[in-house]
């Protein structure tokens, strides 16, 4: 049986009416609404993954400079955003076999993958990230949303601490290449070449997804999961999405990948505790057939 991975914070945070505007997005709910991030990780939890994933998409010293921070300002305001989104996650998971994963996501806008600052920047803000979370309570790091084949790069060479997995998922153009265009066998070579335990696909529509399962298959040798969006079409900057997929219908469609044996299993944009329980529900029952 597959693990379970959680479903959106930013959704979940709306859905209670807590706002996530960009930049920040959901990282200021570390601290404005820490308690209600702590919830949302417990429902799902008790909807059936095992394997949360940190609220930390956007706790980064760039993106509060967007919102207005200082440089001094940004570094304080971000390290406090990752602190209590790693606490958050160990809080909800107490007593319980469930896995933490610290998030970490593109710098700039993942649905732009032309907005990549270069190597030298993103290897030294991603170092800053990488070395909060090397010792911090988490079992791995998900590189999440990647769409940029010199951003990945540059994120797999920088070392972690040996103690976590290293997971990457990828988010896809079609289904034969991510969103910079590179080819996703390049990808492949890439993730086996820097030790990559899991390789994923996220935030892309379900039908590219399943359709780049063959490709995944046929040329990585390691463990793989999908966590699809549940848009139609892939959503606004914003995380608008217009028309989305009913959590029983994305259930079914997920039954393809797995049947094909995939290793992690969960939902992505637009997705709630409701979905991973369909999800979750469904997998038991196609057990039990």
């Not at 996650?89 to 076999?97: E, L, Q, T, V």
């Not at 993942?110 to 803000?125: H, L, R, T």
């Not at 259930?251 to 939902?267: I, P, R, W």
Request: glycine share 6%; with cysteine; charged share 20%.
């Amino acid at each position: 049986m597959p693990l379970i991975l959680d479903g959106a914070m930013g959704t979940a945070l709306m859905m209670r009416e807590i706002k996530a505007p960009l930049p920040l997005w959901s990282a200021a709910a570390n601290y404005e609404n820490f308690n209600e991030v702590v919830s949302i990780h417990k429902e799902y939890i008790k909807s059936g993954s095992n394997i949360i994933t940190t609220n930390s998409f956007r706790s980064t010293p760039r993106t509060f400079r967007k919102a207005g921070y200082s440089k001094s300002d940004a570094i304080i305001k971000s390290e406090q955003s990752l602190i209590l989104a790693i606490e958050a996650a160990n809080i909800a998971r107490k007593g319980r076999s469930v896995l933490v994963a610290g998030s970490l996501a593109p710098l700039e806008d993942c649905y732009e993958p032309s907005d990549f600052p270069g190597k030298n920047i993103a290897k030294d803000e991603y170092s800053h990230l990488i070395n909060i979370f090397n010792h911090q309570a988490v079992d791995l790091l998900l590189f999440e949303t990647m769409g940029n084949f010199q951003e990945i790069k540059t994120l797999l060479e920088i070392d972690i601490n040996p103690n976590k997995k290293k997971w990457l998922s990828i988010v896809l153009k079609n289904e034969n290449q991510i969103l910079d265009g590179t080819d996703i066998i390049d990808v492949i070579r890439l993730a086996y070449n820097n030790s990559v335990d899991t390789l994923l696909i996220n935030c892309s529509t379900i039908q590219n997804t399943l359709r780049a399962i063959p490709t995944i298959k046929r040329h990585w040798p390691g463990k793989w999961g999908v966590y699809p969006n549940l848009g139609e079409k892939m959503p606004t900057k914003d995380g608008y999405i217009d028309r989305k997929i009913n959590d029983v219908d994305i259930a079914e469609q997920l039954m393809f990948a797995v049947n094909e044996g995939t290793s992690v299993l969960g939902a992505c944009c637009g997705s709630t505790p409701d979905t991973i329980n369909i999800i979750t529900e469904n997998l038991k029952n196609s057990r039990n057939r």
